[in-house]
């Protein structure tokens, strides 16, 4: 039955069939062979012209008894260095090489070459001619046949295949290392020639990190010779190191733009722009010096959307994620090393009014190197939006710790300033976090005690703050005209500073606006009377620099500077060691005590003497209060009943007021300092009979109670049976030890580099411990700097990622540094392969 579709004859089929047949051979006699995409000539010419030099990773066919396995490495990168050298009598397909080591000219040529055949030893017949005189023996040495084996210590002998004999300079070279010179190996680049210790230095060189690289990149590469695909691979592998060279440069622009938190991105992202940002502006710089930047730049710098050049921005925030997320890694790892660790948290606002809390940990370092301190203070985050209650801040801190896997338990000091919200006794932060762990001792920040003393002091005298106010008032007073800041500035004589700012957060602004006004007070005086005399200026300009002419002319006013820049001087270098991230609680301790003590010795007759006369070098002693009429203190009831008379009353005249202020403001400081010391001491108690053993004055009974007690404390870090007599032991490897712990040294930093932590592993607990507790939140404030260089107002709308990324860049640049490109690259690398695994 038919469906109504027409048939095709069978000879209509068969006609069909040989068409398509006809089609398809002309077709595959139009397609070129496989063969012919891979032919020596077109693959020489591919590689000569590659802009590039070939990075290899291969090496050699050593016998595997040579070679330490466990030591070499997956891929070796090495530049090869085209050389040149004369002509060899050996002549394969156009190709000139030469059998003597020294003369080979390595390209990739020639490497393919030699890669493929058996290499010849060269072995001479006569060895005599290496003969060589050496004075030290008082003899002759020559080259023995016995250089090229290698005795095992099982009696063994392996063939060392890696030699070879220079007829021309009657040396040996080490093949891979000729051909594939990692480093300066003597057997790679110049020639071995010295037959006195021909056997120990061969043994060296074979055990040495360069041989070993050039053995493995020889053998790797080897293997690829022998490969049907070698063409294929051969040009994978060229194309793997080109983008690998770009990737390299583009890594540095990025690790060198991210240390020193400048901005990455412009207005446009082409290439030639003045406005296509910092990022292609450093790879336009670079490629002006480098040809093989400057030829991808010109192939692939503007390609537009879906080309590869990786030179995008997209491509430069990865790697700023990959390179953070290393740092971080590198941070967290040496915390979980360390074990313990201290925490230090603040807030700032930023530009765009988000209120940015610096976490920041403190612990001892892995690795601790010579002359530097082991305990290192790191940025961790910044969390925004926080708020300032101590509850919110307690949450934030225990989800952080739980978000890098770190342990509160493990928290062995809280370091904050003394608000309320911080250090409050019944619900502060710090409170907060000991009910949860009793051993995070709080530290109050003492840089900021620092400065609460010195605000004490001086809000509590009315003399020295209405001081301070008239400074501050000069300063407004110029800084608000660029006028009046110009005749102030034309009436300064060389090395004078110009009027400097008497109120800030910091206590070292006040110390520069003394020293300012007394090293320049004549000048300062003189601008002032100059505009309170000039009719052109508004009337109220003139009556403010009469106004300030007049207090600050003042005797009074002029001892003041005196005093308060010796005085501010001495807190202003305190305060500038407290804030070093290696600063511990016996610093903190040693410094207070030492500013009392400075107070005490300058309280008195002699010192406040001394004080008048370096004031009456710039201003004549006249004193006003006693220009002023005394004031007649009026008589009260019971003393006109009593009929009593004024003869015994005490009346002040200038100096002697002026010496009552000066007590005053020293005793207030005084008072205020022994009460923050106090507070450090108590703490510092703890470990002090660990801290000073070295010292003679300690007894064997102090050690014994100091132990008791500190083991006491921290019952789960310390071993009860063991620690006291570590500690007596200690004591008495310190005292007879001939290596004696170097002045400014820690103890910690002593046990570490002697390695004796096997045998006072307690005593190396409890330093731990004592280096690792943070005595200042100077960090986290430094961490606002680098908040307000990267989240500026052109960069106010950077997201919380990205300003982590980049303020991790920025503040640890010291491990930025340290971090090498083949990592970041291998990263990359490994995120953006689309290869599938079936």
Request: hydrophobic content about 35%; overall charge neutral.
């Amino acid at each position: 039955m038919s469906d109504g579709r027409s048939r095709k004859s069978g000879s209509k089929y068969k006609r069909l069939r040989e068409e398509r047949e006809e089609k398809e051979k002309e077709v595959i006699k139009k397609t070129a062979k496989l063969e012919t995409f891979f032919t020596s000539e077109k693959l020489k010419t591919e590689l000569d012209i590659m802009p590039i030099p070939t990075i290899l990773t291969m090496t050699s066919p050593l016998s595997p008894n040579s070679i330490p396995t466990s030591s070499i490495p997956s891929v070796i990168q090495s530049d090869i260095d085209i050389s040149t050298s004369s002509k060899s009598p050996e002549i394969i397909d156009d190709l000139t090489i030469s059998k003597d080591p020294s003369k080979w000219v390595l390209n990739d040529t020639t490497l393919d070459y030699l890669l493929s055949k058996d290499i010849d030893q060269n072995i001479p017949k006569d060895f005599s001619v290496t003969r060589t005189y050496y004075s030290s023996i008082n003899g002759y040495r020559s080259l023995t046949k016995l250089a090229f084996e290698r005795r095992l210590k099982n009696g063994q002998r392996v063939f060392r295949k890696y030699l070879c004999y220079s007829s021309s300079k009657k040396a040996l070279f080490c093949i891979p290392c000729r051909l594939f010179g990692v480093g300066n190996s003597k057997f790679g680049s110049d020639a071995y020639v010295n037959w006195n210790n021909v056997h120990s230095g061969l043994t060296s060189h074979e055990n040495s990190p360069e041989h070993i690289q050039s053995s493995t990149i020889f053998i790797n590469r080897s293997k690829l010779k022998n490969r049907i695909d070698l063409g294929l691979q051969l040009q994978i592998q060229n194309e793997m190191d080109y983008w690998r060279k770009v990737l390299q440069r583009v890594v540095a622009v990025v690790k060198k733009l991210g240390s020193r938190g400048l901005a990455f991105r412009g207005k446009n992202e082409q290439f030639g722009s003045n406005k296509n940002g910092n990022f292609m502006m450093c790879l336009e710089l670079i490629s002006e010096f480098d040809p093989f930047l400057s030829n991808h730049i010109a192939t692939y710098g503007n390609p537009g959307q879906g080309k590869t050049s990786y030179l995008s921005s997209t491509i430069c925030e990865e790697f700023i994620s990959l390179i953070a997320k290393k740092v971080f890694n590198v941070i967290i790892d040496e915390i979980n090393h360390s074990k313990y660790f201290s925490i230090v948290v603040d807030s700032t606002p930023d530009i765009s009014h988000i209120d940015e809390l610096s976490f920041v940990v403190r612990y001892v370092k892995r690795e601790i190197q010579e002359n530097t301190p082991a305990e290192v203070e790191r940025f961790l985050k910044f969390i925004p939006n926080v708020g300032h209650k101590a509850k919110d801040m307690l949450d934030v801190v225990i989800s952080t710790l739980e978000e890098f896997g770190l342990n509160l338990q493990d928290c062995r000091g809280q370091s904050y300033d003394t608000a309320a919200n911080m250090a409050g006794c019944y619900s502060g932060l710090k409170t907060r976090i000991q009910n949860i762990n009793p051993l995070a001792i709080y530290v109050p920040c003492a840089g900021h005690s620092l400065n609460l003393v010195g605000t004490s002091a001086v809000e509590s005298i009315n003399e020295a703050a209405i001081f301070f106010d008239y400074l501050e008032d000069m300063y407004v007073f110029f800084v608000k005209s660029t006028y009046r800041w110009e005749l102030m500035k034309d009436k300064l004589k060389p090395g004078q500073n110009v009027v400097k700012r008497a109120s800030g957060t910091r206590w070292s602004c006040r110390h520069n606006a003394c020293s300012a006004f007394i090293n320049s007070w004549k000048e300062f005086m003189e601008t002032l009377k100059d505009i309170e005399n000039n009719t052109s200026e508004k009337p109220t300009n003139r009556r403010k620099a009469a106004g300030l002419k007049n207090n600050l002319s003042k005797f009074e006013s002029v001892f003041m500077a005196v005093f308060w820049t010796s005085l501010l001087e001495r807190f202003d270098k305190t305060s500038k060691m407290l804030q070093s991230a290696s600063a511990n609680l016996e610093d903190v301790v040693d410094l207070y005590k030492s500013l009392i003590g400075y107070v005490c010795e300058i309280r008195t007759d002699e010192m406040f003497q001394q004080f008048i006369e370096e004031a009456k070098k710039t201003k004549q002693e006249e004193y006003e209060w006693d220009q002023k009429r005394h004031r007649v203190r009026p008589l009260v009831c019971d003393e006109l009943e009593q009929d009593k008379s004024r003869e015994n009353e005490i009346v002040l005249g200038g100096k002697k007021k002026l010496q009552v202020i000066y007590f005053a403001v020293l005793d207030k400081i005084r008072q205020q300092l022994e009460m923050k010391h106090s507070g450090y001491a108590s703490i510092y108690e703890k470990f002090n009979f660990l801290i000073n053993i070295d010292n003679e004055s300690i007894s064997t009974d102090d050690i014994v109670r100091g132990a008791e007690r500190l083991q006491q404390f921290y019952e789960i870090d310390i071993d009860e049976n063991t620690y006291t007599q570590e500690c007596i032991h200690f004591k008495m490897y310190i005292h007879n030890t001939i290596e004696k712990k170097q002045p400014g040294q820690s103890l910690f930093t002593f046990i570490r580099n002697q390695e004796l932590e096997e045998i006072f592993p307690n005593v190396s607990i409890a330093l731990r411990i004592f280096s690792c507790m943070a005595v200042t939140n100077c960090s986290a404030e430094r961490s606002f700097s680098c908040l307000k260089r990267i989240k500026t107002f052109l960069r106010s709308s950077i997201g919380e990622n990205r300003l982590n990324s980049l303020a991790l860049l920025c503040i640890e640049a010291e491990l930025v540094s340290k971090i090498h490109f083949n990592d970041i690259i291998e990263e990359f690398a490994s995120i953006k392969s689309r290869r599938k695994i079936f």
